[in-house]
């Protein structure tokens, strides 16, 4: 083996299961995350989406799923060193070994590596480029991940940020930025059908009185038990209107949603207390300048092209796993880590 070391970009479940996989086959592993805590968007959620073997044996406690990787074990492993609050600022390749430049409280590292996992994952869509939704002028237009945050700090309480209320209706439109070549990405996300399916069961759970809606052009659950989680959300009272959102009038404290049905084609209007914009993923720009940085090819949906094999990316010895790859969940990049983390350990053996 000419170089044992091996430098994981991202901290979220993706970068943390390969690490794992590859300290554990002997190889020195440099966990780079360029936020202070590990865990990344997994971690940032109050609870998991109750969706297949990901939450049944675990009552959503992202602490106590058996597939998901534990902060702890990161710890414990020896072999693993963590690098919180650091970027990659550079990449040199000099056969066959990679020299890498990483700045860390401002200061400048360099680290000899043999592979790099590049795991950095997707940031969601800003929904302020479409003005009709309205983003930024009513306190009470929030995107997904500001519902979980809402959640998270009203103790698993829900309240209007414009009055601090309990919502007597909430709309959730999906698809923001996804599925529109005109207005955002073309692609499916993935992950926003079961996000809106299990937030707006839940609400309705907590809030019975509340009117609960979900503006969708169709529903599609990648995973084993997202029919069930559909039919309890109906079950629940939850409203499913098949209809694109076209804009959002907000007006005399209450925000007026204005949409056209797909099957009918008749223009329909609720009225709503708060309103969440299910936004897509897509790849951030300071990720686009790594890819090109390391000369990872995108594909035509802007994310990282992945090795099906070891002769694409793997002759270079830079790998790409998860949603860097392209939008999926959390049993998928995890999955994905897993498999690609194999073909590194094979990799850095016969280098």
Same mark, same amino acid.
């Given at each position: 083996?000419? !170089? ?8 979220? &479940? ?15 592993? +440099? ?47 020896? !072999?693993?060193? *963590?690098?919180?609050?650091?970027? *990659? ?9 990679? !020299? &890498? ?5 401002? #200061? ?9 996992? *590049? ?9 302020? &480029?479409?003005?009709e939704y309205c983003y930024g002028e009513s306190d009470d237009i929030i995107t997904s991940k500001e519902l979980v945050d809402l959640l998270k ?13 309990? $919502? ?7 698809? /923001? ?5 005109? #207005? ?5 996300? /993935? ?15 907590? +809030?019975?009185?509340?009117? *609960? +809606?979900?503006? +969708?052009?169709?529903?599609?659950? $990648? ?54 914009? &299910? /936004? ?18 995108? !594909? #035509? ?51």
């Amino acid at each position: 083996m000419s !170089n044992p070391n091996c430098l994981v970009i991202g901290g979220g &479940v993706a970068g943390m299961t390969a690490a794992l996989t590859i300290a554990r086959s002997g190889s020195h592993v +440099y966990l780079v995350e360029k936020e202070r805590k590990l865990g990344g968007r997994t971690y940032w959620l109050d609870r998991l989406n109750p969706t297949h073997e990901l939450a049944e044996d675990c009552d959503g406690d992202i602490r106590r799923c058996k597939v998901i990787p534990r902060i702890e074990e990161i710890d414990a492993q020896d !072999n693993i060193e *963590v690098l919180l609050g650091t970027e *990659v600022t550079g990449v040199c390749e000099e056969a066959p070994k990679l !020299n &890498v430049r990483l700045s860390r409280d401002g #200061k400048d590292m360099e680290l000899e590596v043999g592979a790099i996992v *590049v795991a950095t994952g997707t940031r969601d869509f800003d929904p302020s &480029v479409l003005k009709e939704y309205c983003y930024g002028e009513s306190d009470d237009i929030i995107t997904s991940k500001e519902l979980v945050d809402l959640l998270k700090e009203g103790g698993g309480e829900l309240r209007r940020p414009s009055n601090g209320e309990i $919502p007597s209706s909430v709309s959730f439109v999906q698809c /923001v930025g996804s599925r529109d070549k005109h #207005k955002g990405n073309p692609y499916c996300s /993935v992950i926003c059908c079961t996000f809106a399916v299990s937030y707006s069961r839940r609400i309705k759970e907590m +809030y019975p009185d509340t009117e *609960v +809606y979900v503006h +969708y052009i169709d529903l599609r659950g $990648p995973y084993h038990g997202f029919e069930r989680l559909l039919d309890q959300a109906h079950e629940k009272g939850v409203i499913f209107i098949k209809g694109r959102a076209g804009d959002i009038i907000p007006q005399d404290g209450k925000l007026l949603l204005r949409a056209e049905g797909m099957e009918t084609g008749d223009l329909y209007f609720i009225e709503s207390d708060l309103v969440v914009l &299910v /936004v897509g993923q897509e790849l951030s720009e300071s990720d686009r300048w790594m890819a090109e940085m390391l000369g990872v090819a995108t !594909n #035509k949906d802007g994310f990282l092209k992945g090795m099906e094999s070891l002769g694409e990316n793997g002759k270079n010895g830079i790998f790409v796993i998860g949603s860097a790859r392209g939008p999926r969940g959390v049993i998928a990049s995890i999955e994905d880590a897993e498999s690609v983390a194999l073909d590194i350990i094979e990799y850095m053996k016969f280098k």
